[in-house]
């Protein structure tokens, strides 16, 4: 790795979170660009899912919970 780039690495984990959101998204959007289609459909996936936790229909589950689950299934294999 360069310097530059260890630098930059090293920066980035410096960052609050949101910041961090808004960098990977920048870094994304410019390895490949936005998709209008796929936007739609995800912005419409978005409000179906709202609308269902509006109504009861599903549960949210915190972040934390989320990745903690994650993490014990991939250790078990």
């Known amino acids: 790795m360069s310097e530059l780039l ?8 410096a960052l609050p979170n949101d910041e961090k ?3 990977v998204d920048v870094l994304m959007n410019d390895m490949t660009p936005p998709d209008a289609q796929w936007e739609a459909a995800w912005a419409e ?8 936790i509006d109504r009861g229909e599903m549960a949210v589950v ?16």
């Not at 996936?45 to 269902?52: F, H, L």
């Not at 915190?62 to 294999?77: F, S, T």
């Open 6 to 13: 260890v630098e930059l690495i090293e920066k980035a984990k």
């Open 21 to 23: 959101v808004v960098l």
């Open 45 to 52: 996936e978005c409000r179906r899912r709202m609308d269902a």
């Open 62 to 77: 915190p972040a934390y919970e989320a990745l903690a689950e994650i993490r014990a299934r991939l250790k078990r294999g």
